[in-house]
C-alpha cells in the first residue's frame, strides 16, 4: 500500500499565499516524479505542477511565477508554495506520485485525497 497524506489548504483571500505539503508513506521503492493537479467546481482535473527526482520542474502556464513545487531531499515529500493566489485558483488540490513500488518492476500512479483550497475575492 501507498499513501500520500496532503496538508495545507485552507480559505485565503485574493493577493495572500498558502503552501501546500504531500508525504508519501508505504511500499515505495523509488519515486520518479510528484507534482500537484487541481479540480475545480465543474471542471476536469488539470496539471499544476510537476518535479522530477533530478529536480526538473513543470508548470501550468496559469500558476507561473507565482507557484514554486519542490521536492525534499529524501524525494519522497512534494511542497508547493502558492504566492499571490486568485479566486481562480480556488479548487480541490490533488498530490501525485508516479514511482516504483517494493518488490516490483512497475510504476504505478498514485493520488492523494485532495485538499480544498479557496480563494476569496
Known amino acids: 500500500q501507498v499513501q500520500l497524506v496532503e496538508s495545507g489548504g485552507g480559505l485565503v483571500q485574493a493577493g495572500e499565499s498558502l503552501r501546500l505539503s504531500c508525504a508519501a508513506s508505504?511500499?515505495?521503492?523509488?519515486?520518479?516524479?510528484m507534482g500537484w493537479y487541481r479540480q475545480a467546481p465543474g471542471k476536469e482535473r488539470a496539471l499544476v505542477a510537476t518535479?522530477?527526482?533530478?529536480?526538473?520542474?513543470n508548470y501550468a502556464d496559469s500558476v507561473k511565477g507565482r507557484f514554486t513545487i519542490s521536492r525534499d531531499s529524501a524525494k519522497i515529500t512534494v511542497f508547493l508554495q502558492m504566492n499571490t493566489l486568485k479566486p481562480e485558483d480556488t479548487a480541490v488540490y490533488y498530490c501525485?506520485?508516479?514511482?516504483?513500488?517494493?518488490?516490483?518492476?512497475?510504476?504505478?500512479?498514485?493520488w492523494g485525497q485532495g485538499t480544498q483550497v479557496t480563494v476569496s475575492s
Open positions: 508505504g511500499t515505495i521503492y523509488s519515486i520518479n516524479t
Open positions: 518535479v522530477t527526482s533530478g529536480g526538473v520542474a
Open positions: 501525485y506520485a508516479y514511482g516504483v513500488r517494493t518488490h516490483t518492476n512497475y510504476f504505478y500512479d498514485w
